[in-house]
C-alpha cells in the first residue's frame, strides 16, 4: 500500500489536499474525509495483511534455521560454537527446538510439557553422566544465541526488524524451557541414589588421578578393592545421545565405579584374591558379546593396577580404547599386548608425525589405500584381499605397484610392508585425533 497526495479540490474557502490511501493497482482504500467506520475496517484489513505477511516471513525463517542446523558439523574441533553446541546436546533435538519457538512466535503457543518431553530426557540423561545443570544451561543458551546471531547475519532488513520484534517471545521460551529443564534435574538430583552415585563420581576423579587416600570417602556402601581393572570406553558415534544411551544400556556390573566423559565413560572393576585381572576381562569380554549386537559401535580399553598405579592404568587403557577406534578394529575388549605396534606409535607423537608424512602421497588416493588397508589386514594375501573388494587378484597387485610408485615402500616385501603398515597406522591416528 502506498500513500499519495490526490489532485487538489477548490472551493471558496481555498484549497486543500485530499489525502488517499490507495493499493498499488490504485484503488482508493481510505480518504481523509472517509467515516469513521471505514478508516477502522481499512485498519483492521491493514493489520490482517501485516500478520500475514509476518507469517509468511516467519515461516521462511524457521526453513532457514532448519537448513542452518543441518550445516553444522558437530565434529569440527576447530570451531567453538560448534563444539558448545555439541557438549550441549543442542544438535540432536535442534529441530524440535526451532518447530517449537516458531510455534509460540506465529501462534502465540507456549511449548507443553509433552512436546518438551525429549528436550528434558536429554538433559536428565547429561546431568546423570556428570555435567553439571549450570554448565548444561550456561552452554544450551550460548548455542540459542549462536544460532539466532546467524539467521541474523544472514536476513534482510525487514526479517531482521522481524526477528527484534520477536526477542521477547525467545526469551520466554528460553526461560520456558530452561525451567522445565532444573525443575525435572532438581528432582532428579533429590533421590538418595543420587548422593551415592556423586560420592562414586568423586572416587573415580581421586582414584584415576593420584589423589585417593584412605578414609577419604567413608561410605560403607562404596568399598575400595586392592586394585581394579581400568575400563575406557570409546563410541564410534560420539554424540552426546548416542553415548548415553549406551552408557544406560551397557550391561555394568553392580560393583563396577562409572564415570562418564567425553565420547564414552570409565569404568573400575574391582580386583582382589578372589578376581584376577585375567578373569575380570574374562568376564567383560563374555558380557560384551552378548549384547554387542543391539548396541552402536564401541570399544573397550583395559588395563589393571593396584591403587597407586591406577593413573598409569587409566593412561594406557585409554590409549588403546582410542587407538581401536582410529583403526576400526574389529575387536571390542582391547589390550595393549594385542597391538603393541600400534601402542608405540600412538605415544609416540614425533616418531608418529615422521611415519605419517611417508604416506603423503596417497592422500588423495582413497581407493589405493583401502586396497592396502585390507591387503594388511587379510595378512598381506592377495587372494582374500580380492574377494574382500570382489575384484580380481590382477587389479591388487597393479594398485600395490601404482603404491610402490607413489610411496617408495613395496607393499609386497614384507620389510617394507611393515614401515607402510606404520605409517597407515600414523596417518589414521592423526585424522582420528583431529576428528575426535
Not at 22 to 40: E, N
Not at 132 to 158: C, F, K, M, Q
Not at 161 to 184: E, G, K
Not at 203 to 220: C, E, F, I, Q
Request: charged fraction near 25%.
Amino acid at each position: 500500500m502506498v500513500c499519495c497526495h490526490g489532485p487538489r479540490r477548490f472551493s471558496r474557502a481555498g484549497c486543500r489536499h485530499d489525502v488517499r490511501l490507495t493499493r498499488p493497482g490504485g484503488k482508493v482504500l481510505l480518504r481523509s474525509d472517509s467515516s469513521p467506520r471505514r478508516r477502522s475496517a481499512v485498519r483492521g484489513r491493514m493489520k490482517s495483511l501485516a500478520d500475514r505477511q509476518a507469517r509468511v516471513m516467519l515461516a521462511e525463517l524457521r526453513a532457514a534455521a532448519h537448513r542452518l542446523v543441518d550445516t553444522i558439523d558437530p565434529s569440527d574441533v576447530e570451531s567453538v560454537e560448534a563444539v558448545d553446541l555439541r557438549a550441549a546436546d543442542f544438535l540432536i533435538s535442534a529441530h524440535l527446538h526451532i518447530d517449537l519457538l516458531f510455534a509460540l512466535f506465529i501462534d502465540g503457543t507456549d511449548p507443553s510439557d509433552t512436546a518438551l518431553a525429549p528436550i528434558v530426557a536429554a538433559a536428565r540423561a547429561a546431568v546423570r553422566d556428570g555435567r553439571t545443570l549450570e554448565d548444561l544451561l550456561d552452554i544450551r543458551s550460548s548455542a540459542v544465541e549462536y544460532v539466532w546471531n546467524r539467521l541474523a547475519d544472514a536476513a534482510n532488513e525487514p526479517t531482521r526488524r522481524l526477528m527484534f520484534d520477536h526477542a521477547p517471545a525467545l526469551s520466554r521460551y528460553s526461560a520456558i524451557v530452561a525451567t522445565r529443564i532444573a525443575v525435572a534435574c532438581a528432582d532428579f538430583t533429590a533421590f538418595p541414589a543420587w548422593e551415592q552415585l556423586e560420592r562414586r563420581h568423586e572416587l573415580v576423579d581421586a582414584l584415576l588421578t593420584g589423589s585417593y587416600n584412605v578414609g577419604m570417602h567413608a561410605d560403607p556402601r562404596v568399598r575400595v578393592a586392592e586394585g581394579y581393572l581400568v575400563v575406557v570406553a570409546c563410541a564410534a558415534d560420539p554424540t552426546p545421545l548416542t553415548v548415553s544411551n549406551l552408557r544406560q544400556r551397557f550391561p555394568h556390573t553392580a560393583a563396577a565405579l562409572v564415570r562418564a566423559d567425553v565420547g564414552g565413560w570409565t569404568a573400575l572393576l574391582p580386583l582382589g584374591r578372589d578376581v584376577s585381572a585375567e578373569a575380570a576381562i574374562d568376564d567383560l569380554d563374555r558380557r560384551v558379546h552378548a549384547v554387542r549386537d543391539t548396541l552402536p559401535r564401541f570399544w573397550l580399553g583395559v588395563a589393571a593396577g593396584p591403587v597407586a598405579g591406577l593413573p598409569e592404568a587409566f593412561v594406557e587403557a585409554r590409549t588403546v580404547a582410542e587407538l581401536c577406534r582410529a583403526l576400526d578394529v574389529g575387536e571390542i575388549v582391547c589390550r595393549r599386548e594385542r597391538f603393541m605396534l600400534e601402542y608405540a606409535i600412538a605415544t609416540d607423537p614425533q616418531t608418529r608425525t615422521r611415519l605419517a608424512h611417508l604416506v603423503d602421497s596417497l592422500d588423495d588416493q582413497p581407493i589405493l589405500t583401502e586396497t592396502y588397508d585390507m591387503f594388511a589386514r587379510n595378512n598381506y594375501a592377495l587372494n582374500p584381499t580380492a574377494e574382500a573388494l570382489h575384484i580380481h587378484r590382477n587389479t591388487v597387485t597393479y594398485r600395490l605397484s601404482r603404491i610402490a610408485d607413489l610411496t617408495g615402500y613395496d607393499p609386497q616385501n614384507p620389510t617394507e610392508a611393515i614401515t607402510l603398515t606404520a605409517a597407515r597406522v600414523a596417518r589414521l591416528l592423526q585424522a582420528d585425533a583431529t576428528t575426535n
